[in-house]
């Protein structure tokens, strides 16, 4: 269900892009069993990715071009991965983004065994460090769209259409976020995907102010994304190590959290 209405919402948007979804459904002679069927798509061998200027536009266009139903961050039902992890709605992307990490941890450590370095690393990410970096989007005025992202956009779930050549995005866990959030696989070496593409992105839509914190935004993002392949693929102990490698920088670098932004916005 989460990803035939994932796909659904992003059909919506962005129509040539999105294999058409068709149809969900419990399987008459098995009903612990479920189906999705949705369009064929035709691609083009695996190890080819979409031009990167052509990628960013496909992914601008979802992003500029998407309105939540109620204002607000979430989706209707849990998607992220195969996780399953809450998408309930928050009125500010914090308490979205500070509640979906802390369930993405408490997911990591169930998998790979408790951590107490970690544990304390990700107590101090949530008080000191995402408010720090995510609540002056939506202090002094400013104002965040929830924006409806793909959610799992790393270079497996992108393709090439053989028929028209254009961009294909599927295998989507959507919810309405941050724009930026969809941009964190693009900071790792281990995708296909580069810094190129943030690149030609903010040449289409541009970085949330303060841009000065787009790269550690990216960054805290990015980390997210990295526990939750130590979550999916138990026998990889590398994603726990980098996750939190980025965790004691972005502690280190914050240690006055959001209150420290404030006194530093003061003085200038």
């Known amino acids: 269900m989460g990803e035939y209405l994932s796909t659904k919402a992003l059909h919506a948007v962005i129509p040539d892009n999105v294999p058409r979804p068709i149809a969900l459904g419990v399987l008459a002679q098995a009903k612990s069993k479920y189906f999705f069927i949705a369009e064929f798509k035709d691609l083009k061998e695996d190890s080819e990715v979409p031009p990167t200027q052509a990628l960013a536009s496909v992914i601008a266009n979802l992003h500029n071009n998407s309105v939540s139903p109620n204002g607000k961050f979430g989706f209707q039902v849990p998607t992220s991965q195969s996780l399953q992890l809450g998408n309930t709605w928050c009125k500010t992307w914090e308490e979205f983004f500070v509640r979906a990490f802390r369930n993405t941890v408490k997911l990591e450590q169930e998998v790979q065994g408790a951590n107490e370095d970690l544990q304390l690393l990700a107590d101090e990410m949530c008080a000191k460090v995402i408010p720090r970096l995510l609540r002056p989007m939506e202090t002094a005025g400013r104002k965040l769209k929830p924006t409806l992202l793909h959610g799992d956009l790393w270079h497996g779930n992108i393709g090439i259409d053989l028929v028209t050549d254009q961009v294909v995005l599927y295998d989507c866990c959507a919810f ?10 693009f900071r790792a070496s281990r995708y296909r995907t580069s810094r190129a593409h943030i690149r030609a992105y903010n040449q289409l839509v541009g970085f949330s102010d303060p841009s000065e914190d787009f790269d550690d935004r990216n960054a805290l993002y990015a ?8 979550c999916g693929w138990p026998a990889n102990k590398r994603m726990r190590q980098l996750a939190m490698q980025e965790m004691k920088r972005l502690v280190e670098k914050y240690p006055a959290g959001f209150e420290g932004w404030q006194e530093e916005e003061k003085g200038s």
């Open 176 to 185: 309405y976020g941050h724009h930026e959030y969809d941009l964190g696989m």
């Open 223 to 230: 980390l997210r994304v990295d526990l939750e392949v130590s």
